[in-house]
């Protein structure tokens, strides 16, 4: 196992061998597997290219041999900040058929992210776009001072990613039991977590997901949002789509007018949006000239989506609602198509797998009776035993067996099903964009004008939740304008960027003894919703 990533114990990993969760697969023989019984059929599909299933494969091996001619190695971590373009799938497959780690950033992190990225995998390499959504990322790769920059598009100084690909070589393949790539942790820490997934685990979740959304080769899944997300790249998304030797379409943009037509065009059967974005799509279709009727499925996850919205969702667009409750650490709940309305509307589903073992616990770690609401704890085949190296934070984040604490409050349905009712977490979930709040505060003091800062959810009709920042200034309070300005100029990612600032002489006492912050994050937003 790469250093810095905690393996399962053997007993664990020897049931998940011996049950066939883990097959000893890598990515990188899947594709080429899949490759070779559907060599023909569309694979991936964006922009100007189409790519039968044997084109990737050929792809995929080119830019594994031109990444090493690079000098990227196996096990090397490489920091990919694609957006939903082709070439995500063709880079993607090079480094894991290499053994080289992508660690998938989203193309909204700045300088603040990419850097602390960059460090603390001491990455080898930086894959960007020339420019994606108003932004120049040559520009950023610069700020940062990246080594081996490869850019898909005008590279200027640095590495042109078509220059890249070169003839294939033999190479030894990674094991599948060491980590395959990292996501990125939702996070309530100052700095986020990097999560290490194995090709064993990860292949695992995907090839399940496929399997619950009942992907055949004859399904086109629809990428809206940015694939590098867990939820569109695994759940089942990008590579669950290539497990089951489906078509993936890759939206640059997840609005309707960009995704109504590349719906009709290629026949998608299924995508997956967050909750605003659903709704957005509600408010759409009644009036789109687009046939939308190949679709399928909507799946709808990464923050709670209501009942109401989604009841409506077989009514306007003809297709059946699936609920997705994952997490980048592992566990992923679904609704399955076929359960009855009320499952489908009104719960998050259930684990992907008979492996997975969830537990709901009050505060002192004791299980609650079922239906009542407790914090979930969870471990399985495919949810991680630790962050990359963390090992501080992972005495916290996992109990001393190996569960890992979500921080989200759920109940227990009789017949199985998760109902997400809250969080205990400092983390804001806008839209299913998360923001940890210590990882703002920090930012926040360091502002020559604020003397504390605390950053807390606010209730929103379309985004579920947005950020507001209590500030106690030093004299006169910076406006919401200065603020944001001034947490821009840090690097910081545009969604963490607070849409409320509140300057207070003092903060709250919270009670007795010490002051958590956690208990002053409540108290502040206790004092804001009644208001
Ligand atoms: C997905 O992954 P992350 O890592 O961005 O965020 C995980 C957290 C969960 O712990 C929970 O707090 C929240 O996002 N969440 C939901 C939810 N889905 C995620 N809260 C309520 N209802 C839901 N349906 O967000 C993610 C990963 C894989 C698949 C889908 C989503």
């Avoid at 001491?122 to 894959?127: D, I, L, M, N, S």
Wanted: proline share 8%.
């Amino acid at each position: 196992m790469l250093p810095g990533a905690v393996p399962w114990p053997a007993d664990a990993a020897a049931h998940y061998r011996a049950a066939g969760y883990w097959r000893g697969e890598t990515f990188g023989a899947l594709l080429r597997s899949v490759a070779s019984r559907h060599a023909g059929r569309t694979a991936v599909v964006g922009g100007d290219h189409r790519w039968t299933y044997a084109e990737l494969d050929r792809r995929a091996d080119r830019a594994a041999a031109g990444l090493r001619a690079l000098g990227v190695a196996p096990r090397d971590r490489v920091v990919v900040q694609l957006p939903n373009v082709p070439e995500f799938a063709e880079v993607v497959f090079g480094l894991l058929r290499l053994g080289a780690i992508p660690v998938f950033a989203l193309p909204a992190h700045r300088r603040a992210e990419i850097g602390h990225f960059l460090d603390h995998t001491e990455a080898a390499a930086y894959v960007i776009p020339d420019r994606h959504a108003g932004f120049d990322h040559r520009a950023l790769a610069r700020e940062v001072g990246a080594r081996n920059v490869v850019v898909v598009g005008d590279a200027e100084e640095f590495v042109p990613y078509a220059e890249v690909p070169a003839e294939p070589v033999e190479l030894p393949g990674p094991d599948p039991s060491d980590v395959a790539l990292m996501q990125l942790s939702g996070g309530t820490t100052g700095t986020p977590k990097l999560i290490p997934r194995t090709h064993d685990d990860y292949l695992y979740s995907c090839r399940a997901s496929a399997e619950i959304c009942g992907l055949t080769p004859g399904s086109a899944y629809l990428c809206a949002l940015p694939a590098a997300h867990n939820f569109a790249l695994s759940s089942p998304g990008v590579l669950g789509a290539l497990t089951a030797g489906a078509k993936v379409v890759f939206a640059p943009l997840p609005s309707p007018d960009v995704a109504f037509p590349l719906i009709e065009r290629e026949r998608v059967t299924i995508t997956g949006l967050v909750p605003p974005l659903a709704l957005v799509w509600l408010a759409a279709a009644p009036a789109t000239r687009h046939d939308l009727s190949s679709l399928e499925v909507l799946q709808v996850g990464g923050a709670k989506f209501a009942a109401e919205a989604a009841a409506r969702v077989g009514p306007v667009l003809g297709c059946e609602v699936q609920q997705v409750f994952g997490m980048a650490e592992g566990l992923v709940n679904y609704t399955r198509p076929g359960d009855p309305e009320d499952v489908r509307v009104a719960t998050q589903g259930r684990p992907i797998s008979p492996a997975d073992e969830v537990r709901v616990v009050d505060d002192d770690d004791r299980d609650v009776p079922s239906g009542t609401v407790g914090h979930l704890l969870t471990r399985g085949p495919y949810t991680i035993r630790g962050y990359y190296r963390s090992p501080e934070h992972n005495t916290r984040a996992f109990t001393a067996d190996g569960y890992y604490r979500t921080g989200d409050l759920v109940r227990r349905t009789p017949d199985g099903n998760l109902v997400v009712e809250g969080r205990a977490k400092d983390q804001i979930n806008r839209g299913g964009e998360k923001i940890a709040a210590e990882e703002v505060e920090n930012h926040l003091l360091a502002h020559p004008a604020v003397h504390d800062a605390a950053v807390v959810a606010v209730p929103d009709p379309v985004l579920g939740e947005r950020t507001c920042a209590f500030l106690v200034p030093v004299g006169d309070p910076p406006t919401l304008a200065a603020v944001r300005a001034f947490l821009r100029g840090r690097g910081l990612a545009d969604y963490k960027i607070p849409d409320r600032v509140v300057p207070v002489a003092v903060f709250p006492s919270t009670g007795v003894g010490k002051t958590s912050r956690r208990d002053l994050r409540a108290a502040l937003r206790a004092g804001l919703t009644t208001r």
